[in-house]
Structure formats: structure tokens, C-alpha cells
């Protein structure tokens, strides 16, 4: 089970819109509806901002959405704003949890 | 609202027995759910470590299998972490969670175990 891999950082200006990717293999993503993604701010825990691919839970605002193209997973969050600034982690369910290599969100 | 809190030691020896326990309030231990433990190297990304269902049914992170077992004891509303023969790489924050078809729901606050001598 290798993590899944996102990149390292990615940085937009206020009210821009940011891609978060998440590459895995057909054992994970690609066979999988389960891809969820997690904010976690600093020294907290993370949180749950998508699942099943797309779907947003009670609370999240609807400028985070999600997708899935083949065996890439991508979380959008458009309209950015100071408060997410945190670090974001793609995750795969296919019977065990497979978690990405995390990626940090800087708002400039 | 269901809280979970993680307990055990922040320190321990090489090459012996880390032991956390999750204290789960504001829900049933018993519904259907599954009952996890994921850690967070320090500045590093998230690693699944296995679950338990309600059953008693487990499952763990092959890189970790012949060393964790996870249990459950519903009259104490708590789930447990064992994991033997730990070295400094084990070093970590430790997350007890509830999950559900694949997504990771509810978080303990987590705690950070350091394996030093």
C-alpha cells in the first residue's frame, strides 16, 4: 500500500481558485467511489470536506467540490479564502485506507 | 454529538508496547460503524492503521499487520491500540476515528507518542 500522491504545495491570491491532485494506481482511486478529502489546520484534527468523489458533507462550503478522472482524484476550491490556508489530504477506500502525501494550501 | 478521546502514555521504550485507548461519548459504540486508529508522523502525511467493526471484525495496514491488534470493549464505551515492538519510526500522533463506507467522519483531538529510551 504506497500513499497516494499529491503535490507538495499550492498557493492562490484571494477569490482565485486552486487543483489539488491525487494520483493512485488502479488498486486504489481508480477502483474506488470512496475518495474523501480532509483539511487539517495546525495542531487540530483533520475534517472531512468531501466524500464519495464529490459530495459535500452538512457545513462545507460549496466553494470545495471534487472529482475523479481515471486514476486521479482532484479537490477545487474556488472563491479562496484566508481561512483555508491548512493542509489537505486525499484518501482511498477500497477495503483498507489508503491516505495521500498531503498538501499544503497557501493563501497569499 | 459523538466525541472521541484518546489516552495512553506519550513516552515509551524502544522496543516495547505502545498502548492507547479511545473513549467514545455522545453515541453508540455498538452501531454500525467502524471503529479506526490512524497516526500523522510529525510533519508528515496520514497513515491508516487498521479498524475494528462492531462485530470484533478487524482489519490493519499490511505494513503494520504483525504488530497491531486492535479491540474492543463496548461495556466501557472504548476501543484499543496495541502495537508491539515499537522503534523511533512508530514516533507519531495517534488518532483514534469513526468511520463509515470509507469516509473518516468523526476525529479524536489525537496524541502525540514518542518511543525514546
Known amino acids: 500500500q504506497s500513499a497516494l500522491t499529491q503535490p507538495r504545495s499550492v498557493s492562490g491570491s484571494p477569490g482565485q481558485s486552486v487543483t489539488i491532485s491525487c494520483t493512485g494506481t488502479?488498486?486504489?482511486?481508480?477502483?474506488?467511489?470512496?475518495v474523501s478529502w480532509y483539511q487539517q489546520h495546525p495542531g487540530k484534527a483533520p475534517k472531512v470536506m468531501i466524500y464519495?468523489?464529490?459530495k459535500r458533507p452538512s457545513g462545507v462550503p460549496d466553494r470545495f467540490s471534487g472529482s475523479k478522472s481515471g486514476n486521479t482524484a482532484s479537490l477545487t476550491i474556488s472563491g479562496l479564502q484566508a481561512e483555508d490556508e491548512a493542509d489537505y489530504f486525499c484518501?482511498?477506500?477500497?477495503?483498507?485506507?489508503?491516505f495521500g502525501t498531503g498538501t499544503t494550501v497557501t493563501v497569499l | 454529538q459523538v466525541q472521541l478521546q484518546e489516552s495512553g502514555p506519550g513516552l515509551v521504550k524502544p522496543s516495547q508496547t505502545l498502548s492507547l485507548t479511545c473513549t467514545v461519548t455522545?453515541?453508540?459504540?455498538?452501531?454500525?460503524?467502524?471503529w479506526s486508529w490512524i497516526r500523522q508522523h510529525p510533519g508528515k502525511g496520514l497513515e491508516w492503521i487498521g479498524y475494528?467493526?462492531?462485530?470484533?471484525?478487524?482489519d490493519y495496514n499490511p505494513s503494520l499487520k504483525s504488530r497491531v491488534l486492535i479491540s474492543l470493549d463496548t461495556s466501557n464505551r472504548q476501543f484499543s491500540l496495541k502495537l508491539r515492538s515499537v522503534t523511533a519510526a512508530d514516533t507519531a500522533v495517534y488518532y483514534c476515528?469513526?468511520?463509515?463506507?470509507?469516509?473518516?467522519?468523526?476525529w479524536g483531538q489525537g496524541t502525540l507518542v514518542t518511543v525514546s529510551s
Open positions: 476515528a469513526r468511520s463509515l463506507f470509507g469516509v473518516v467522519v468523526f
Open positions: 455522545g453515541g453508540s459504540i455498538t452501531g454500525d460503524y467502524y
Open positions: 475494528i467493526y462492531n462485530t470484533g471484525t478487524t
Open positions: 488502479s488498486s486504489d482511486v481508480v477502483g474506488s467511489n470512496y
Open positions: 464519495d468523489v464529490s
Open positions: 484518501c482511498s477506500y477500497a477495503g483498507t485506507y489508503v
